[in-house]
């Protein structure tokens, strides 16, 4: 989705929820862009150390395969290395998200289901204001300042839709497939579901506390912006409080 459509859709929601920090896109390119953030070789770090230089002070981050050396998530679950099989070990004993190997094995092959391969040989997170006009937006994440905020996002992913129960997904998800490989694979969908995300507790340690991510594919967040108007989030709209 154009970077245009996606920017007005973010002032139709601003107009009528909070957020607690900038929204930021997505968004591939085959081209090498001056001054963006590279991850630096051979020395292990997480993506999340560096939101805070994206949303505050306009940094671009560029991801591609020659990053798997530093942050290894990203490389793996954005499509630009294979993902690696350790039999379950870090996330099952390292880490102890899952009780035992085989479970954990289970989420790896699950995951792998949901990756897909790059458009180009760069992937870049950028603060969603500053991105490029003539830039195709994949994925757009959103930061609702409360829990009210929140729920009225819920609300409105399922303002247009049959089914009631399934419209928002909160999964068991490391921060990287959270605000992009999974609201990216519901691009693919036909009827795209907005990921709440930002709940890994390693990443925890690198992001303010009052932070959650709520995510869609651009083409979805455009559309969710358009059902502002006539729905329970209209400006215009009184919502009954007497009973």
């Known amino acids: 989705m154009n970077s245009v459509l996606v920017k007005e859709g973010l002032k139709k929601f601003s107009e009528v929820l909070s957020f607690n920090y900038p929204a930021v896109g997505w968004y591939f390119s085959s081209e090498e862009i001056e001054d963006?953030?590279?991850?630096?070789?051979?020395?292990?770090?997480c993506m999340f150390m560096y939101l805070k230089m994206v949303i505050k002070k306009g940094k671009r981050v560029r991801y591609a395969g020659d990053s798997d050396g530093a942050c290894t998530g990203p490389a793996e679950n954005f499509g630009f290395t294979d993902v690696?099989?350790?039999?379950?070990?870090?996330?099952?004993?390292?880490?102890?998200?899952?009780?035992?190997?085989?479970?954990?094995?289970?989420?790896?092959?699950?995951?792998?289901t949901l990756i897909h391969p790059p458009k180009t040989?760069?992937?870049?997170?950028?603060?969603?204001?500053?991105?490029?006009?003539?830039?195709?937006?994949?994925?757009?994440?959103i930061f609702p300042a409360d829990l009210t905020n929140l729920t009225k996002l819920v609300?409105?992913?399922?303002?247009?839709?049959?089914?009631?129960?399934?419209?928002?997904?909160?999964p068991f998800a490391s921060g990287c497939q959270a605000v992009f490989t999974i609201p990216y694979h519901e691009k693919f969908q036909e009827n795209p579901k907005s990921i709440i995300g930002?709940?890994?507790?390693?990443?925890?340690?690198?992001i303010p506390e009052d932070m959650v991510s709520f995510s869609v594919p651009s083409n979805r967040f455009v559309e969710m912006a358009n059902n502002i108007e006539g729905s329970f989030l209209d400006k215009n709209f009184k919502n009954p409080t007497g009973f």
């Not at 590279?38 to 292990?44: E, M, Q, S, T």
């Not at 992913?157 to 009631?164: E, F, P, Q, T, V």
């Not at 930002?198 to 690198?206: A, E, I, K, S, T």
């Open 36 to 45: 963006s953030f590279v991850f630096k070789k051979d020395k292990w770090v």
């Open 84 to 112: 690696e099989d350790d039999g379950g070990v870090f996330i099952a004993e390292t880490e102890r998200f899952k009780k035992n190997l085989e479970i954990s094995k289970a989420y790896t092959r699950e995951s792998a």
């Open 121 to 141: 040989k760069y992937l870049y997170m950028e603060k969603l204001e500053n991105i490029d006009d003539k830039k195709e937006v994949e994925v757009v994440n």
């Open 155 to 170: 609300g409105l992913s399922g303002y247009d839709r049959l089914a009631n129960m399934d419209n928002v997904l909160t």
């Open 198 to 206: 930002l709940g890994d507790q390693l990443l925890r340690h690198f």
